[in-house]
């Protein structure tokens, strides 16, 4: 399916309200600040890599286990993993869900994992091996116990973060087609509203 069955009204406020939407550590920031930011682009995100490979190995041992940093629980930390074996990261998507691990816990972001599997991938911000059908099969292991029976998981779909903000929402900016058409199939509400701001998502 192509993008163009999922057109987005973008109202004039659009630009300046999706950078309000970025993550505390991606906003835009002004002089100096702007140039250590660019400069250290990569620390930034090799710093939040680093962290995230220690919540997977204090999970592999209590499963559990939110970092009190950042409030990301095992399966945000996987959502910005590139694990180095095919398929194992959806493997521990699944492995980790098993044991019960909380699919609606908010981070110091105020996004849920679902939501960050969306916002933080592909890795480092560009285009990578990962297909749409890769990133919907990420998201499947997420909302369904059983997908082929429809069965779901413990998950909120519509969840919103400090801005007001769903998962659809951000796969609609995103340009996900496949992450788009798995969310609406697993109950995603395509009239949610952010403050003043309507994404319609149109057959």
Known sequence: MKDAFFPLERPPQ?????????????????????????????????????????????????????????????????????????GSLLEKISDFISKDIDLNVHNKDRDSPLAAFIRERPFLGVESDETGATMSKYLDALLWKDARRRVPNKI?????????????????VRARPDSVRSLIEAGANVNARIGELKIEILP
């Open 156 to 172: 909120n779909v519509n969840m919103k973060n400090r801005e007001g903000a769903t998962a659809l929402y951000y796969a609609a």
């Open 14 to 86: 659009f630009g300046a309200q999706l950078q309000s939407h970025r993550p505390h550590w991606q906003q835009t920031k002004s002089g100096r600040d702007q140039d250590i930011a660019t400069e250290n682009g990569f620390a930034i995100h090799q710093t939040r890599q680093d962290q995230a490979y220690k919540i997977l190995g204090k999970a592999s041992i209590e499963p559990s286990y939110v970092d009190p940093d950042t409030g990301d629980n095992i399966l945000h930390a996987l959502s910005r993993l590139r694990l180095p074996e095919s």
